[in-house]
């Protein structure tokens, strides 16, 4: 008989192998049906009992990614209500106390700059030096 490689890493496909082979121990082999695997002797109800405890993680791995899968899609359909809520109490926040004020750095709101004295330089009312006349290539 040749041996089956042991190699797929899909838990799909072991957790089908598994069940196939809890299967065919619960209704194939008597329940004191005795079998050598890996130099330990164990019976056919031993050998059922750890299939299922072999299939175990792999269904609550099965449940969590579903689980997962189905969080991310609430997460993701709430998001543009959630974004809508978070503008709109922002902007009452501004609104009540004051879009300058800086207690909004409190609530992650950057407070509007007050208004300063320009300088002269930046409001044009300084005297640029005169340019220099540039020559032409002829």
Request: cysteine-free.
């Amino acid at each position: 008989m040749s041996r089956r490689k042991s190699t797929n890493s899909n838990p799909s496909a072991l957790k089908a192998r598994l069940e196939t082979l809890l299967k065919g121990v619960t209704t194939v082999l008597a329940a004191s049906k005795k079998l050598d695997i890996a130099g330990e002797t164990l019976t056919a109800k031993e050998i059922a009992e750890r299939l299922q405890k072999r299939i175990a993680p792999i269904d609550a791995a099965e449940v969590a990614q579903v689980r997962a899968s189905q969080a991310v899609h609430e997460r993701d359909a709430e998001r543009p209500s959630t974004l809508q809520f978070v503008d709109d109490l922002e902007s009452a926040v501004k609104g009540s106390l004051g879009a300058s004020n800086a207690a909004l750095e409190h609530f992650g709101i950057a407070p509007k700059r007050p208004h300063g004295r320009r300088s002269a330089a930046k409001n044009g009312d300084a005297k640029t030096p005169p340019s220099k006349p540039t020559e032409r290539a002829a």
